[in-house]
């Protein structure tokens, strides 16, 4: 399975964990980067030495490459950037905004940067920038989503930029990696697919709802506030689309979504939280590990695309 990314990073598979906010931490991180992929932290609203804090506890867990998703629109994103380069993080990716301020900062301490984008246009301008590669994440992903489906947006991309292309949103086994590959992506990026590993430890109560979830049990909400975002259906997320849909101020939905993320993934509160997760919730059944996951995703894809008959 080895490719452009794999020897870009340093890693065995080209499978990418990732940085959901409150759930990727140093223990899920450190277990896919053992299993051969490339596990990320978020580093979310973390001011730094809480950064610093999870960083070390990774690198005590492996000895693999891993890295960290830097939300740029966080108050503490400063210190973030400067504790990724004083602790030689291997690569970030970045995400809810533009890491144009930050890029030299990342590339003089030689960390990869590799930010998700959900537009062309965005893919060729981080590219211009000197990312290293680009995630292509599709709508039906969870948590924060664009408007273009995975289908459509890898190829667009791919065809726009000369660097390495990871394909994510709607990917969980064998055959959305493989169709990712057909599309022109060198890896694939999975989030929703790691909620069910044994090493998350997101809430019980949060796995269980994704364990249980159908293939039309997700809800986007927040299009007025200019955030989408994709979670499953429950009492809090149907009343924010009602009321959404009913010409709610946005100081009024923002009150709604403070800390409804948290609130599910820490505290297992699934009516009144946000539980994001992709579209791809309905074929995840099973609570397996990381190394399972990673393997055996690769393992299938391979096996696809050996029996594959036109």
Not at 45 to 57: A, D, F, M, T, V
Not at 136 to 150: D, P
Not at 219 to 235: C, D, E, Q, W, Y
Not at 247 to 270: F, H
Request: proline residues 3%; contains cysteine.
């Amino acid at each position: 399975m080895s490719n452009a990314v794999c020897d870009l990073l340093g890693i065995k598979y080209p499978v990418f964990q990732g940085g959901m906010a409150w759930i990727a931490e140093a223990t899920l991180a450190s277990a896919v980067s053992n299993a051969g992929g490339l596990g990320i932290i978020a580093a979310m609203n973390s001011n730094g030495e809480q950064l610093r804090e999870q960083i070390k506890k990774a690198k005590e867990l492996t000895d693999k490459p891993f890295g960290v998703n830097l939300m740029l629109m966080s108050p503490y994103i400063k210190e973030a950037v400067e504790v990724v380069c004083e602790e030689k993080v291997a690569v970030v990716t970045t995400g809810a905004g533009n890491p144009a301020p930050y890029m030299e900062q990342l590339k003089a301490a030689n960390v990869k940067v590799i930010p998700v984008v959900a537009s062309v246009t965005l893919a060729k301008m981080v590219e211009n920038m000197g990312a290293s590669a680009v995630i292509a994440e599709g709508c039906e992903s969870g948590g924060h989503v664009g408007e273009t489906t995975t289908m459509a947006l890898v190829p667009q991309v791919v065809d726009a930029v000369s660097i390495p292309v990871i394909a994510a949103g709607g990917i969980a086994d064998g055959r959305g990696m493989a169709a990712a590959y057909m599309l022109g992506a060198c890896a694939v990026q999975m989030g929703t697919r790691f909620l069910a590993a044994k090493e998350c430890q997101v809430h019980p109560n949060y796995k269980e709802r994704v364990l249980k979830a159908s293939d039309r049990d997700t809800i986007v909400t927040g299009k007025k506030l200019g955030h989408p975002v994709r979670a499953l259906k429950n009492s809090m997320t149907r009343e924010f689309a009602k009321l959404e849909m009913n010409g709610a101020s946005e100081e009024e939905l923002n009150k709604m979504g403070a800390g409804a993320l948290r609130l599910a993934a820490v505290e297992g509160d699934v009516k009144k939280g946000s539980c994001m997760c992709g579209q791809i919730a309905g074929m995840i059944t099973t609570i397996e590990t990381c190394k399972d996951i990673v393997e055996g995703i690769c393992a299938d894809c391979k096996k696809v695309i050996e029996n594959f008959k036109f």
